[in-house]
């Protein structure tokens, strides 16, 4: 169960403590979908991934699965992992580079160490969210946009690094196109730093991936998703060396049903996806011959 506190009265909306999940090689933190907060702006999905040492001759191995209404996000903080997916992508992703894979109608991809990663001792951490689609743009056609680091947009300064995934923040605009109002920036903080957030951003949640970090004379530590208020600003004190991810947008178009890897704003269509699925119907991926069975439940 995710573990949930009450915020105090002002600028904290609420407080999500992930459940934490092992995977095999290495421990997710799930942050959303929470019980008290389904989504933040369009994000609905939301998991840190380690840090963990992958021992040589191991590897990350999700096999061919598939998606419908969303976008998957996927950003390192350390190590690399390797995308395909059914329209013919093959790109390895890189800390501070973002694969971004829009499903709309229908997609299946996987995530996998390469062979040349596998002889050796690696670190690897991240994130992986996933953002809704608007309701006009869930059947859309599938597809998939790598950004690398020179392409995204950098601030620093004053102890801060920091880097616009997705939308307008610090001066800067991110080149990705996203089908609705969204914000991700990675933030790096080394102790004593500030980092202002502003209120321009109708929903803005702020993950801790890694540190410890004070807003208003409240301590929090990593692995905290604090949920802030609409229209209140804050600044953010790195009590450590802190790594922060901001994320939020417009507020979504309506709620959006989530079973398995499947969002759409019908429940009627995630069935359509559940036995499209199970028929084999989804387009495969070039180069894999497995793939994850629809779950019984």
Same mark, same amino acid.
């Given at each position: 169960?995710?573990?949930?506190?009450?915020?105090?009265?002002?600028?904290?909306?609420? +407080?999500?403590?992930?459940?934490?999940?092992?995977?095999?090689?290495?421990?997710?933190?799930?942050?959303?979908? /929470?019980?008290?907060?389904?989504? +933040?702006?369009?994000?609905?999905?939301?998991?840190?991934?380690?840090?963990?040492?992958? !021992?040589?001759?191991?590897?990350?191995?999700?096999?061919?699965?598939?998606?419908?209404?969303?976008?998957? +996000?996927?950003?390192?903080?350390?190590?690399?992992?390797?995308?395909?997916?059914?329209?013919?992508?093959?790109?390895?992703?890189?800390?501070?580079?973002?694969?971004?894979?829009?499903?709309?109608?229908?997609?299946?991809?996987?995530?996998? /160490?390469?062979?040349?990663?596998?002889?050796?001792?690696?670190?690897?951490?991240?994130?992986?969210?996933?953002?809704?689609?608007?309701?006009?743009?869930?059947?859309?056609?599938?597809?998939?946009?790598?950004?690398?680091?020179?392409?995204?947009?950098?601030?620093?300064?004053?102890?801060?690094?920091?880097?616009?995934?997705?939308?307008?923040?610090?001066? +800067?605009?991110?080149?990705?196109?996203?089908?609705?109002?969204?914000?991700?920036?990675?933030?790096?903080?080394?102790?004593?730093?500030?980092?202002?957030?502003?209120?321009?951003?109708?929903?803005?949640?702020?993950?801790?991936?890694?540190?410890?970090?004070?807003?208003?004379?409240?301590?929090?530590?990593?692995?905290?998703?604090?949920?802030?208020?609409?229209?209140?600003?804050?600044?953010?004190?790195?009590?450590?060396?802190?790594?922060?991810?901001?994320?939020?947008?417009?507020?979504?178009?309506?709620?959006?049903?989530?079973?398995?890897?499947?969002?759409? /704003? /019908?429940?009627?269509?995630?069935?359509?996806?559940?036995?499209?699925?199970?028929?084999? !119907?989804?387009?495969?991926?070039?180069?894999?011959?497995?793939?994850?069975?629809?779950?019984?439940?």
């Amino acid at each position: 169960m995710t573990t949930e506190q009450d915020a105090p009265d002002g600028w904290l909306e609420t +407080v999500v403590v992930p459940r934490t999940s092992d995977i095999g090689n290495f421990e997710v933190r799930r942050a959303l979908p /929470s019980v008290r907060k389904r989504m +933040v702006g369009p994000f609905v999905f939301f998991d840190q991934m380690g840090p963990a040492i992958l !021992k040589a001759g191991t590897g990350i191995d999700v096999r061919p699965h598939p998606h419908i209404g969303l976008a998957t +996000v996927t950003y390192l903080f350390d190590g690399e992992i390797l995308h395909r997916d059914s329209l013919g992508t093959v790109v390895p992703i890189r800390p501070g580079e973002v694969n971004w894979m829009t499903a709309g109608r229908g997609i299946a991809h996987s995530e996998r /160490s390469a062979t040349d990663e596998r002889g050796r001792d690696r670190l690897l951490s991240g994130i992986q969210s996933w953002v809704a689609l608007p309701k006009t743009h869930e059947e859309i056609d599938p597809a998939f946009v790598h950004l690398g680091t020179d392409e995204l947009p950098t601030v620093e300064g004053e102890g801060k690094r920091l880097r616009v995934v997705a939308g307008d923040a610090y001066g +800067v605009r991110s080149p990705m196109q996203a089908l609705w109002d969204t914000l991700y920036v990675d933030a790096a903080l080394d102790a004593g730093a500030k980092l202002p957030i502003d209120a321009d951003t109708e929903e803005r949640a702020l993950y801790i991936a890694g540190g410890t970090v004070t807003i208003f004379g409240d301590r929090f530590e990593a692995g905290q998703l604090l949920v802030l208020r609409p229209g209140e600003p804050a600044t953010v004190i790195a009590e450590t060396d802190a790594r922060l991810i901001l994320l939020g947008g417009a507020a979504m178009d309506g709620p959006r049903h989530i079973w398995w890897n499947f969002v759409s /704003s /019908s429940q009627d269509r995630i069935e359509q996806a559940k036995a499209d699925w199970k028929a084999g !119907k989804f387009d495969v991926v070039p180069g894999e011959t497995e793939f994850i069975p629809l779950p019984d439940r």
